[in-house]
C-alpha cells in the first residue's frame, strides 16, 4: 500500500507550549507521515493512526475538522513507555463521493488488519463505523462490536446512510460470520427509541444504560475485553466535560469514565480498531473536547502497550465450577486469571472446543446465587 494514493500528509503548526520537553513527548515516538517524511512502508508498525476529515453524512458537518485538532493536543503528551511502533498515516483523501470514503477507508484497513496493525481512527462522522465493519467482513471476521453512544443511530436508511441510521445498515447487511456481538454501551433512554432498543436485545444483542455504567465503571470492562471493533460518539460524554457537539447533554460519561473505557478498549485480547467520531472544534470551549479525546486516545494505546493475552495461556488461569439447579440442572464453568484477576465463563458450542466469554467477578456470584448470568445465556442462544 502507497500511504501517499490514500493520504494527505500531516501539517500542523508548532504548538504555542507543551505539557512535556519535546524529546519526550508522544509526538517524538511517532512516525509522522509529513511533506519531509514519506512512509513508504507499514509492515514494521504496531499501530496506526488515521484521521478522516469528513462530515458530510452528519448534522455536525464540522465534525471533519476534528482530526488535526485532536491531534494538535494528542502530540503534546508524554510518550508512552513502550517500545510499540506507532505511525500517523495523515489524513485520508476523502475525494467527492462519500462512498469513495466508506470503500476506500475499508480496502486501507484490510491491508492493516491483515498484517496484525491496531488501527485508531479520528472522525469524523460516527457512520465511518461502517467502513471499519466491512473490512472486517471483507475478511470474513468475525466482529465483536461496541458502540458508545447516548442513542442507538438504528433510523432509516432507505434514503441515505448518515450518523443516524448506519447501524441498521450494519445489522441489515450482517450475515452469520461478520457481526457476532454487538453492544450499545451508555444509552441514555430519553435520547432513545424504546422500540430500537427493544430490537437490538430482541437479536440478542447487549444494551446498557449510562446509569449501569456509571454506577460501576467495571461493569464494562469484560464487554471491552471481548470486543473487536470499538466505536466512540463523543456525544455520549456530558456536556461540561466534552461541549464540541451539535447535541451536547448536561448527562453523560465524565472525562475520567472515558478514558477508562479507552483504555479498556486498549487491554482487550482482540481490539483492532478504535474509532473516535463526532468531535466539532467550531463549537469547542478551550479545546477542551480536543484535550479529552487526544487524552483517550492515549489510553487506548497505553491499554495497547500493556496488552496481556492470558487466554494463550489456559492452563494458567484458575478453574472454578459452580452448579445450577434452577431453572436448569447445569454447571457453569468460570476462570479467574491469578495475574490480573480477570474472569472468564466457557460456552458450550456444539461439536467444538466451548467459547471462553470474558464476564465478571459479579457474573460469577450471580451463578453462586444459582442464577444464570444474562450475557451468558445471550451467546449460549446465538451458538446452540
Known amino acids: ?61 464540522d465534525t471533519a475538522l476534528a482530526p488535526d485538532a485532536i491531534r494538535n493536543k494528542l502530540y503534546q503528551l508524554s510518550r508512552l513507555h513502550s517500545k510499540m511502533n506507532i505511525a500517523d498515516l495523515g489524513n485520508f483523501k476523502t475525494g467527492n463521493d462519500i462512498k469513495d470514503v466508506y470503500f476506500g477507508l475499508r480496502d486501507v484497513m484490510v491491508e492493516l488488519l491483515v498484517r496484525n496493525i491496531a488501527v485508531v481512527l479520528i472522525g469524523g462522522s460516527h457512520s465511518l463505523t461502517y467502513s471499519a465493519f466491512l473490512a472486517f467482513k ?46 450499545l454501551l451508555g444509552y441514555q433512554s430519553y435520547f432513545t427509541n424504546y422500540n430500537q432498543v427493544n430490537d437490538l436485545n430482541s437479536r440478542l444483542y447487549s444494551t446498557v444504560r449510562l446509569g449501569e455504567v456509571k ?40 472525562g475520567e469514565e472515558a478514558c477508562q473505557i479507552a483504555k479498556f478498549a486498549g487491554m482487550s485480547d482482540y481490539a483492532s480498531v478504535f474509532g473516535l467520531f463526532e468531535m466539532n472544534p467550531s463549537l469547542d470551549r478551550s479545546d477542551q473536547t480536543a484535550h479529552l479525546a487526544s487524552q483517550m486516545i492515549w489510553y487506548y494505546l497505553e491499554g495497547l502497550s500493556r496488552r496481556v493475552k492470558e487466554l494463550q ?30 474472569w472468564w465463563i466457557e460456552v458450550p458450542v456444539p461439536s467444538r472446543e466451548p467459547l471462553l466469554l470474558a464476564c465478571s467477578y459479579s457474573d460469577y456470584q450471580t451463578a453462586c446465587n444459582d442464577e444464570i448470568p444474562d450475557r451468558w445465556w445471550k451467546i449460549f442462544q446465538k451458538v446452540n
Do not use: W
Not at 24 to 29: G, K, N, P, R, T
Open 1 to 61: 500500500m502507497r500511504i501517499s494514493d490514500y493520504f494527505n500528509p500531516v501539517g500542523l503548526k508548532r504548538p504555542q507550549y507543551t505539557y512535556v520537553e519535546p524529546a519526550d513527548a508522544l509526538c517524538s515516538a511517532l512516525d509522522i507521515y509529513t511533506e519531509n517524511n514519506q512512509i513508504t512502508t507499514i509492515d514494521k508498525y504496531d499501530a496506526v493512526i488515521i484521521g478522516v476529515p469528513e462530515g458530510r453524512d452528519t448534522l455536525n458537518a
Open 215 to 254: 454506577s460501576d465503571i467495571l461493569l464494562c470492562e469484560p464487554l471491552l475485553r471481548d470486543a473487536s471493533l470499538v466505536s466512540f460518539d463523543m456525544n455520549a460524554v456530558r456536556q461540561c466535560d466534552a461541549p464540541a457537539n451539535v447535541r451536547p447533554s448536561p448527562n453523560g460519561f465524565s
Open 313 to 342: 495461556h489456559k492452563s494458567t488461569l484458575e478453574k472454578f465450577i459452580v452448579r445450577l439447579s434452577n431453572p436448569v440442572d447445569r454447571e457453569l464453568v468460570f476462570y479467574r486469571s491469578p495475574l490480573t484477576q480477570r
Open 138 to 183: 471483507f475478511l470474513k471476521l468475525q466482529v465483536n462490536m461496541v458502540l458508545t453512544d447516548a442513542k442507538s443511530d438504528t433510523g432509516n436508511y432507505s434514503e441515505r446512510m448518515d450518523s443516524e441510521n448506519f447501524l441498521s445498515r450494519i445489522i441489515d447487511e450482517n450475515s452469520a460470520l461478520p457481526l457476532f456481538d454487538l453492544t
